[in-house]
């Protein structure tokens, strides 16, 4: 059996940070004291490639930085990278210890009315300047991430999923924007949902997109809720897959005061990645049925631009979203093999 390094799968890994900042290295779990040196440099020297011949299917490795005295360690999870993946890895390292942010809460005023929203921004995002990030939109932002918020007193816990994700190299760091009702149910029904959904897509994205390094375009933007919120959110991403590129519909409560279940059958559909869900009994189990059965009449092929999952026993409540949020994460977010990575570097802002 041949045991050579060149009958090994290599595994390419591109580190993404501030040019002149210090020279980078990586280490890893083959000998965590002895550094690998990059194969190649950009020109601007914000990019460092380096190459690995690891002896097994993957690789757990971490970034050091060279500058001023000792090299530093990358603050953070040790990255993971594999060698099936038909794709280089792209990794965004900070060195400063710094975990994720929830900005204070935004007032947003427009011609459609006034909506609040808190932003989720990853660890690392203040020092590594080199990273753009995909963006979430949710719904009922109040629910999410402060339990003394939350109308019942328990939160989704979004922060620590995303941190769990992270840890395990699972999704790309992504940017989540918790938008608040300003009345929930004109909102999300159909009576109300136009001046809501102009909000989002005339205020809201531009306001996001100048104020955070977000990943623009329909491919990098998915929009998400629960119950009422995970109608309007399917209904968004259906008037303007321009502007979101995927939705979530947690427990959906399709047919209520809604046309979704007529209009996914008339026109064109969009091209838009959906993922739906429900509990059994009692949570909006058979109109997701329904419309996951509408939407498969409408073209959307199942595993891969549409996906469906029923959890028996799971209650129409705040906790069970929270428990299973990290599944439509994961499908809009995650490291597809296939696929080159959605991280992208840029030139450092003035």
Not at 90 to 114: I, N, V
Not at 227 to 250: I, K, N, R, T
Not at 264 to 274: D, F, H, N, T
Not at 288 to 314: N, Q, S
């Amino acid at each position: 059996m041949q045991n050579t390094l060149e009958a090994r799968t290599s595994v390419r890994i591109r580190v993404h940070y501030p040019a002149n900042q210090g020279k980078i290295t990586l280490r890893t779990d083959a000998d965590w004291d002895q550094d690998v040196q990059p194969i190649g440099v950009s020109d601007e020297g914000r990019s460092h490639t380096f190459e690995l011949f690891p002896d097994s299917p993957f690789v757990y490795y971490k970034a050091l930085l060279h500058a001023e005295g000792e090299p530093r360690w990358s603050a953070g999870p040790n990255r993971l990278a594999t060698s099936g993946a038909a794709r280089d890895h792209d990794s965004f390292p900070y060195f400063q210890p710094s975990g994720a942010q929830l900005t204070p809460l935004e007032e947003l005023s427009s011609e459609h009315g006034t909506w609040s929203i808190r932003a989720f921004l990853p660890p690392g995002y203040d020092e590594n300047t080199c990273h753009r990030y995909p963006v979430l939109y949710m719904q009922d932002g109040h629910n999410l991430f402060h339990p003394e918020e939350s109308a019942v007193g328990q939160e989704w816990d979004v922060q620590d999923t995303l941190h769990q994700l992270d840890i395990m190299t699972s999704i790309e760091q992504v940017i989540v924007i918790g938008v608040y009702p300003s009345d929930r149910m004109r909102d999300y029904t159909q009576a109300g949902g136009g001046a809501y959904r102009q909000f989002l897509v005339e205020t809201l994205v531009p306001h996001v997109n100048a104020t955070y390094r977000t990943l623009e375009g329909p491919e990098h933007t998915a929009i998400l809720g629960s119950s009422l919120g995970a109608v309007a959110a399917l209904d968004c991403a259906w008037s303007h897959p321009e502007h979101f590129g995927m939705a979530g519909c947690l427990s959906g409560t399709f047919g209520y005061d809604d046309t979704l279940a007529t209009r996914v059958l008339e026109g064109p559909r969009p091209e838009l990645r959906i993922y739906l869900d429900s509990g059994w009994p009692r949570d909006n189990f058979e109109v997701t049925r329904d419309m996951r059965a509408r939407l498969v009449r409408a073209g959307f092929v199942e595993g891969i631009d549409l996906v469906y999952h029923a959890f028996p026993g799971a209650r129409h409540s705040e906790a069970d979203w929270g428990d299973r949020v990290h599944l439509p994460l994961q499908y809009f977010f995650g490291h597809r093999p296939e696929a080159r990575s959605h991280a992208g570097a840029f030139d450092d802002p003035a």
